[in-house]
């Protein structure tokens, strides 16, 4: 059975740094696409950064160029989401999600979904 679990979420002040842990089980990381992904209230939820199981290739939205960074540790079967120069716009439920394919979906074509980890950015 295929589960996700978000962690590492919380309350930081503008430009600070949040790192969000992914916990993945019941099926190996190098063969699936794992996303990361985020709602704000009132948004709808949008793509933040995917990794490519085979070949660990990461790719990001424009917005999040250079401030976040996906990686994975195989062995622990973990996604980490590096989140720097956070800004208020950042806040949101941050979501992990799966998906058994070798490039990086769509975010509505992702399979699994972990439950969320709340990320909220204010002074």
């Known amino acids: 059975q295929v589960q996700l679990v978000e962690s590492g979420g919380g309350l930081v002040q503008p430009g600070g740094s949040l790192k969000l842990s992914c916990a993945a089980s019941?099926?190996?990381?190098?063969?699936?696409?794992i996303g990361w992904l985020r709602q704000a209230p009132g948004k709808d939820r949008e793509g933040v950064a995917c990794?490519?199981?085979?070949?660990?290739?990461?790719t990001y939205a424009d917005s999040m160029k250079g401030r976040f960074t996906i990686s994975k540790d195989d062995a622990k079967n973990t996604v980490f989401l590096q989140m720097d120069s956070l800004q208020p716009d950042d806040t949101g439920v941050y979501y992990c999600?799966?998906?058994?394919?070798?490039?990086?979906?769509?975010?509505?074509?992702?399979?699994?979904w972990g439950q969320g980890t709340q990320v909220t950015v204010s002074s």
């Open positions: 019941g099926f190996r990381l190098d063969r699936y696409a």
């Open positions: 999600a799966a998906r058994h394919t070798s490039w990086c979906p769509s975010p509505s074509e992702f399979d699994h």
């Open positions: 990794i490519r199981g085979t070949d660990g290739k990461a």
